[in-house]
């Protein structure tokens, strides 16, 4: 059993990267020639625990089915079962625990929200690894590692621990789903100041990050959950179930409808006692109103809608994995985008190049190399530059099964396709002018050099950082060939070019090449002096294209976009300007991880308020920006793709996670998955998901005079002491049958036009407002006075009981059928709506009438229901009558517009 994640850690997370190897390892009691011996590896393992995160026992199949019964407006069917059996009304008990049950079988299977995660994370840092053990080399499988182990690590590995780099060779890792970080990180082991923060510790390895070039060791720290995976394992875990939206205001509306429910009961029980009638037979119409009032298809009614609302994102590439997360879309007010992968390509691409006093535009995105070279007069100072770009260079690029598949370092691939874009193909450079020797990169000399048969001329080709390569110039090439001295005029020009570059966001590298003598080995001092400057590359992980347009219409659908990411603040601010989320130039405000650090709860709050932009972020960070936006009462949806986003995509509202390119951990800690990891589906689900929303107001506006006309018949009644105009069956009839064949066709409606141009729904906004609630009553005083008003006139002309109560449920439905097609829109005239753009509602009325028919005219119906045949002028009133209903209904929707 491994020990608790919080007494691991404090054992465990010391600032190691802030200690020299020596006292690291003197720390950990190892000798590096040594290792651990095995007595001591398994007795820190029995100390430490297994090298994974602690898996979080989830609730059983059962728990979670049950917890499907305790939901306010279940609660309430429930107790409608209950009331319509104490009343020995068999039938009507039966279906109503039937969609109780029904009811609760579809949010079983739809929920789906197990604990994952921290399953995925195991998966994430499980693999074989290489370590010394009584001073022997041996594979074993990481699960086994322990504090104190010395690990070896080259190109190709995940890391499996965290480790203190002890040594390396051109070490470079890759980090993006840990810090955000899109480019490689070349590793070190000299000591850190203590307060370095995560993405810059340049000698440490993470767990799960993965190994792109060079070779090392290092020394495992951290294990299990004390590593900082498994730190972001206990974040997950510890992020509380959000309630959406719509959870948290049905149950506030279920809780005001039981009430409501229960003082008309029990004020029809207190009147009739009041009257002197029995206190048994009061007590049954009080529960008789009580089962009228109840909307019993209103769960079912809920969860089908969001069920469509399902399978309608589905087609727009957006996964639902929690059934409350359509509606919650509908309801954000802000969006965390994270920048790598989600709002950018996740893909280094060269977007500029600099040669010979001119700049080169490059087009293209990803590692397609479809694009071209436009700006200037193409000549042999670029040519040289891609050249130099492709030869010095190990990584590869091919075309497998119309996909471009990339190998190495993405910097150098990047250089790779901006050579094809010129039409300069490395597989034949590379058979042209064929490698003779190289000297590898390395981070202390920040440069590469390869040397190269050219035409029979060894030639050298450089690439590295500008302050490195450009001291060691005397020459610049020129546009036609020619090589100039260089000065210090020219020396400045390039430096301008180069900063220039570098304040829009971007990674530059300099290119450089020089002749060399054939037959002598490669040395560094070769990059010491007499290079002959080519050019400069300029590059980015480059916005998508979508994400530019969506964002502008989030920002006109009223919803904030805010950027939290791992990278360094000038890349977060070039892109989030070009994408639109805030305005270009250096006032552009970005804060960072370092600065939120520094900043309490209160004055947390006012910058995740006012700032748009944050950067060199940390996984609790981004849970306490979440956190402090739902504070103040934002509806926060949170994208990403990498493990460090995970514990924040738990916490928002709703989390939003990329199927390409996202991990395991991210998806399964997320609400939803885009499966083409675009941010511009993120508007069409949230266009989406506020339709989804309309449509339950619509059925709820639609289903409640229904409910509230039944009650009140039923006091009517009581009060004027005379029968009941419908009995709890024939109420049950009216609410099962309607809210199947009439209710249910709204789900189908179409987004209304002009949904993604209204603000969002103040988050504290109650499901319906002044207005609906005015509507509501309004129709049920119409069912109300047409229903109780037909029951009085049959009865007055000497029909019988069963004909006088059908004529009034006939009342009830007819009114319904025609209310519905008014609510199709609850602020349009019922003439502006397309007739036929739903033809589910004209399919669900033609059936609503013929089961109508059928219960007023067949004989077995008649005998269940209690109910009897009527005469052609009964129906000819009952059509006046829902008629009438809707002119009165839409004169009141014009006086409101």
Known sequence: MNPSPE??????????????????????????????????????????????????????????????????????????????????????????????????????????????????????????????????????????????????????????????????????????????????????????????????????????????????????????????????????????????????????????????????????????????????????????????????????????????????????????????????????????????????????????????????????????????????????????TLIAGALCNDASLRLESRRWQHAGDPTEVALLVAARKAGLDETTLRHVFPRQDELPFDSARQTMATLHDVEGRPTLYAKGAIEKILPACAALLAADGGEIPLDAAGRELIAAAAAGMATRGLRVLTLARRDAQAGIELEETALDNGLTFLGLAAMMDPPRKQAITAVRACHAAGIVVKMITGDHADTARSIAAQIGIVKDGPAAGVLTGRDLAQLDDAALMAAASTVHVFARVEPEQKLRLVRALQAQGEVVAMTGDGVNDAPALKQADIGIAMGLGGTDVAKEAAAMVLTDDNFATIEAAVEEGRGIYDNLVKFITWTLPTNFGEGLVILAAIVAGVTLPITPLQILWINMTTAVLLGLPLAFEPPEHGIMRRPPRPPGAPVLDGVLIGRIVLVGVLMLAGSFGMFLLAMERGQDMAEARTIAMNVFVAIEIVYLFSCRSLHLAVTAVPAFSNPWVWAGAGLQVLLQLAITYWAPLNAAFATAPIDARAWGEITAIALAAMVVIEIEKRLRR
Not at 104 to 114: D, F, H, R, T
Not at 122 to 151: C, F, I, K, N, S
Not at 223 to 235: K, Q, W
């Open 7 to 384: 007494s691991q850690h404090k054992s465990d997370a010391r600032a190691w990267h802030a200690l020299t190897t020596v006292d690291v390892l003197a720390d950990h009691g190892v000798q590096l020639d040594r290792g651990l011996t095995e007595d001591e590896a398994a007795a820190r393992l029995a100390r430490h625990g297994a090298n994974r995160p602690s898996q979080k026992p989830g609730r059983s199949a059962l728990s979670r089915f049950l917890g499907q019964f305790t939901e306010p407006l279940v609660l309430v069917l429930i107790g409608a079962g209950c009331a319509t059996a104490a009343l020995g009304e068999w039938i009507d008990s039966s279906v109503i625990f039937g969609v109780v049950v029904i009811n609760a079988v579809i949010g079983y299977l739809q929920e789906g929200k197990a604990e994952a995660a921290l399953a995925a994370l195991a998966r994430a840092v499980a693999t074989e690894v290489t370590v010394l053990r009584d001073g022997h080399r041996r594979r074993m499988d990481a699960v086994h590692l322990v504090p104190g182990d010395v690990v070896w690590l080259s190109a190709g590995d995940k890391v499996p621990a965290d480790l203190r780099i002890i040594s390396g060779r051109q070490l470079r890792t890759v980090e993006a789903a840990l810090t955000g970080e899109a480019a490689p990180i070349d590793k070190h082991h000299d000591g850190l100041p203590p307060d370095t923060q995560l993405a810059d510790r340049r000698n440490m390895a993470y767990a799960g990050t993965t190994v792109v070039a060079g070779q090392g060791h290092g020394l495992v720290v951290a294990t299990g959950d004390a590593t900082e995976t498994g730190r972001i394992s206990g974040l997950i875990a510890s992020a509380p179930e959000i309630a959406t939206p719509l959870t948290k205001k049905m149950g506030k509306f279920a809780g005001l409808l039981l009430w409501v429910i229960l003082g008309l009961a029990a004020l029809t029980f207190g009147i009739g006692v009041m009257r002197g009638e029995p206190m048994t037979a009061m007590l049954m119409a009080a529960v008789a109103l009580a089962v009228g009032a109840i909307p019993e298809g209103l769960p079912a009614a809920m969860s089908i809608t969001l069920a469509i609302g399902v399978s309608r994102m589905a087609k727009r590439r957006a996964i639902i994995r929690h059934l409350p997360a359509v509606e919650a879309l509908g309801s954000t007010t802000v969006i965390c985008s994270d920048k790598t992968g989600t709002l950018t390509e996740n893909a280094m691409t060269v977007t500029e190049l600099w040669a010979a006093g001119a700049i080169f535009t490059v087009t293209g995105h990803g590692y397609d190399p479809s694009g071209s070279l436009s700006g200037g007069e193409p000549g042999a100072a670029l040519r040289e």
